[in-house]
């Protein structure tokens, strides 16, 4: 079932011009994606309704825009070089590879997708009566999986911070887990893959320096700190933000764009006094979730998840998960990095990293609280919650309608002359003209108007116009509602307050406040 939606999602963005695979004429590659026309401009409309609710939203939160190469200190200093590592085991007999901790972290979700469905049974024989918590708490079946989930984690997380790879291994072996493809349960060891793509600068390789592709956008950041701080005046606290690629040589990547080699973060670093970390890592928690969920996609689909194992770098993490077709995943990370990392560029390049506060008559360095988001596995989040398969009409005809939150939806107006003649079109191309300064709209006059409809449906277009021969004597146009489909008379003047009512960024940024 989950998988089938995957497939759908995936055969729907590259047959309306979503996602291409990389390079597709010579059979792709592996984990890169290209965007197609709508869906580059759903990916510019995440990465705008971003951008405007932290840097324009916060009057202490300033945009930056650094680049992929950094010097190679940097990435000693933050510790990728030493420790961005993940846990590799094979299978000796599929020659698949995999993440050890993603093996045992999904065979930990199968006892919880256990629980999950014997709550569901109980809830639905005893209806209204049913107490989940005393459910949980009491039917021996849920604390018999209970009980394993327990010992599985507290093996896993003593493992995972003890970078014990033997025991990794060793839970693997315990718990019989076998390949997902083969069934196989004849495993390699567990080694340790470093996960940065390097590049040599310069023109001649011998006296070339290795560099690395920046594996996360935030340490751009963080050795332009002061840099902003002088330039700006800025006072702490104060946030920097960023939207840019970054690369990392993933060890699996076989689920669409949720995990790619090349992708894009949006990262905010917020700069606060040492000791109001967790203050502000509360704000940070409560200010993104709003954030997800002021788009409608259901608030059922996210839960916080804390990490099983902190970072290097942090003294407090939580991931925002997302119910994507594969189960609850993470789409976002928020982070209380301490004072490490200007810390380790302050010592590893001898300058001093630090704030003086007027308030306290004391430098310091920063504590920082940083929140992390890909803006694919965000692409991907619309889709799962967008992509929806209708029975319309008695005929039993089937629709495939994108539910995109309006004001990121790629086309906002379609405008649509019902037929290619009368002086129609003519009136269709004011109204386009008009209506073009202000949003992405679109034209199209080919075909019935009910396949028009069907095509803006799949491209997830929130409004269509219809202009018709009553037009023509009191300039009102069909205005069609993409989600109920449902159609009313609108004045021609009325239509750019109405659109901007309906779809503009503006008003999806007023409900988050
Ligand atoms: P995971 O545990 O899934 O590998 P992570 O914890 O390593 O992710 P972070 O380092 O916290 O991820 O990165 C912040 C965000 O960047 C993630 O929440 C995710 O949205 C995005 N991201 C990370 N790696 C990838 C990837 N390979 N492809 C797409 N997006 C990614």
């Not at 190679?72 to 590799?88: I, M, Q, R, T, Y």
């Not at 995972?160 to 060793?170: H, K, M, S, T």
Request: proline residues 3%; aromatic residues 12%; glycine residues 6%.
């Amino acid at each position: 079932m989950a998988d089938d939606l995957l497939k759908k999602i995936i055969a729907h963005s590259k047959e309306y011009g979503f996602i291409f695979p990389s390079s597709e004429i010579y059979d792709g590659l592996s984990a890169v994606y290209d965007y197609g026309q709508n869906g580059a401009e759903l990916k510019n409309n995440i990465k705008q309704y971003w951008w405007q609710s932290m840097v324009q939203l916060h009057s202490n939160i300033v945009g930056l825009d650094a680049a992929i190469f950094m010097h190679p200190k940097v990435w000693e200093a933050s510790g990728h070089v030493g420790a961005f590592n993940d846990p590799l085991i094979d299978n000796k007999d599929s020659k698949k590879r995999y993440r050890a901790d993603v093996l045992i972290e999904e065979f930990r979700a199968k006892y919880e997708a256990k629980i999950a469905k014997d709550v569901e049974k109980a809830q639905k024989k005893f209806g209204e009566q049913f107490d989940k918590e005393q459910f949980i708490a009491t039917n021996p079946n849920v604390l018999r999986n209970q009980a394993k989930i327990d010992e599985l984690n507290a093996r896993f997380v003593k493992a995972l911070n003890d970078n014990d790879l033997v025991e990794l291994r060793q839970i693997i072996i315990d718990n019989e887990i076998a390949c997902p493809e083969s069934g196989s349960k004849n495993w390699t060891e567990v080694r340790q893959f470093n996960l940065m793509f390097d590049t040599k600068l310069g023109s001649v390789s011998d006296t070339a320096n290795t560099i690395y592709l920046r594996p996360e956008t935030a340490q751009g950041i963080f050795v332009n700190y002061l840099n902003v701080q002088k330039s700006g005046r800025m006072k702490i606290p104060f946030g920097i933000a960023q939207i840019g690629k970054a690369f990392r040589n993933e060890i699996v990547a076989r689920q669409f764009i949720f995990r790619m080699r090349e992708f894009e973060q949006m990262e905010m670093q917020f700069f606060v006094r040492p000791g109001e970390e967790m203050k502000w890592y509360e704000y940070w928690k409560e200010f993104r979730i709003k954030w997800h969920k002021n788009l409608n996609l259901g608030d059922e689909n996210y839960k916080f998840h804390n990490h099983d194992k902190l970072a290097h770098y942090a003294n407090a993490a939580v991931d925002i998960e997302f119910n994507f077709p594969m189960g609850f995943k993470e789409v976002e990370g928020i982070h209380s990095r301490t004072d490490f990392d200007l810390g380790r560029h302050q010592e590893f390049s001898g300058k001093k990293l630090q704030y003086f506060d007027p308030e306290l008559n004391e430098s310091y360095v920063p504590y920082v609280v940083e929140t992390s988001i890909g803006v694919d596995r965000m692409f991907m989040t619309i889709l799962s919650a967008a992509y929806k398969e209708e029975v319309v009409g008695e005929t039993g005809e089937t629709r495939i309608v994108l539910a995109i939150p309006p004001a990121l939806a790629p086309v906002k107006i379609a405008i649509l002359p019902l037929v290619k003649k009368d002086g129609l079109p003519e009136i269709a191309d004011k109204i386009f003209d008009k209506l073009k300064f202000h949003f992405n709209v679109i034209y199209e006059e080919k075909d019935s108007i009910g396949k028009r409809y069907r095509r803006q449906d799949a491209i997830g277009t929130p409004y269509c116009i219809t202009i018709d021969h009553q037009t023509k004597e009191d300039n009102t146009v069909t205005l069609r509602h993409r989600d109920s489909m449902e159609q009313e008379r609108v004045s021609v003047d009325e239509l750019i307050n109405i659109a901007h009512e309906k779809v503009s960024m503006a008003k999806l940024l007023e409900n988050l406040l």
